[in-house]
């Protein structure tokens, strides 16, 4: 089966309420997209929106990039060779991981879809379900409680925190959320990367009886060995996020001692499924569990994450709320929402439907 036509565009997609981290604070989001058409009108799509204070590319440049000749070229290629299409952009793309995530989750849209079967039994389904968790960011005490209120509502039962300015303040939020809901909700803490180690063991102690499930990259890119300086069962807890960018990284994270006992995969930093699964054998081989995140994004990126997600055995976590507050999007369906947890609705390749534009 031949690819007829590529066509990629970008839309700027707002939120419904803006959000603060350590160190930023985001109203709205722009994400580009990929379609790829096969021959008796099959299409596949994709899409990406990298962080580009992580990765360092903007969707503009990804859009720029989509524009060139080479994946003009695609046009005439047969969609069973996906594998060889993905590797040949992503060494002529290395070091844009939003353009190569682009082209393997529209090249296995179509493949699914022209096969027939969900993009996750290409590769083996593993888990069926598992409970996602919703983020918050960083805010008043009173408005972190309503938020959290309207999550409980909805069924959710796991909050990422986000964290990283203001240890002090980090513990007195944290410590209000469990009394407030009186342990009803797991706790993960997102620090993006804004603690150094005195304040990491600082709220590690304060928080030992708050039982919080997992600290995402509490120290800065770079720092990893500094993580060695504090005890096994704190570093099983640790997830490394900004600084596995790769599979070379996550290869040199999975070697004795770990700095980290957990990896995120977001497929926007490492650049699509494939990408993603070679890291995820990677800590499969190292006994490190798998937490997938990801950015603020559209449903189809998500929908290729939580495909990418449920065929390895060693995924543990999900945090793929990144649609979820969105005004708008292209498509709609990709997985199913119910009290919290996600599932993919079995259906042929990502599973979404395309919305008019």
């Known amino acids: 089966m031949k690819i007829k036509r590529v066509h990629a565009y970008l839309k700027n997609l707002a939120l419904r309420k803006p959000y603060r981290i350590a160190g930023y604070t985001f109203s709205a989001v722009e994400n580009v997209f990929l379609e790829i058409e096969l021959e008796h009108g099959i299409t596949g799509i994709g899409a990406a929106s990298p962080a580009e204070e992580v990765v360092g590319e903007t969707c503009q440049g990804t859009y720029s990039r989509l524009q060139e000749t080479c994946f003009e070229e695609l046009v005439g290629r047969d969609i069973r060779d996906y594998r060889t299409l993905i590797q040949e952009k992503s060494a002529q793309f290395s070091g844009f991981p939003g353009t190569q995530a ?14 027939g079967v969900p993009v996750v039994e290409l590769y083996g389904q593993k888990v069926q379900a598992l409970p996602t968790s919703v ?20 069924g959710f039962k796991v909050l990422k925190v986000k964290t990283g300015e203001d240890v002090a303040e980090d513990i007195e939020r944290l410590t209000a959320l469990k009394t407030h809901f009186n342990h009803y909700f797991k706790i993960r803490v997102d620090a993006n990367q804004g603690y150094d180690t005195k304040a990491l063991h600082t709220f590690l102690q304060a928080t030992k009886s708050l039982d919080i499930e997992l600290v995402e990259q509490p120290l800065p890119v770079g720092q990893e060995v500094a993580l060695l300086d ?128």
């Open 102 to 115: 682009v082209l393997d989750i529209a090249l296995h849209d179509a493949l699914g879809q022209w096969m």
């Open 230 to 357: 504090f005890g096994a069962a704190d570093r099983k807890k640790f997830a490394a996020d900004e600084s596995l960018t790769s599979a070379a990284m996550a290869c040199k994270l999975a070697l004795a001692p770990q700095p980290f006992g957990i990896f995120n995969i977001k497929l926007m930093k490492c650049g699509g499924i494939l990408n993603a699964l070679d890291i995820a054998r990677t800590a499969e081989n190292a006994d490190i569990d798998l937490f997938w995140g990801c950015n603020d994004e559209s449903i189809v990126s998500i929908a290729a994450a939580l495909h990418a997600a449920f065929a390895c055995p060693n995924t543990q976590y999900l945090d793929l709320d990144g649609s979820f507050d969105l005004v708008e999007d292209v498509v709609s369906g990709g997985f199913v929402l119910e009290n919290g947890f996600l599932r993919l609705n079995g259906k042929p390749g990502l599973g979404v439907q395309p919305l008019n534009r």
């Open 135 to 154: 983020t918050i960011g960083i805010m008043p005490m009173e408005e972190m409680i309503r938020e959290a209120a309207e999550f409980q509502k909805l």
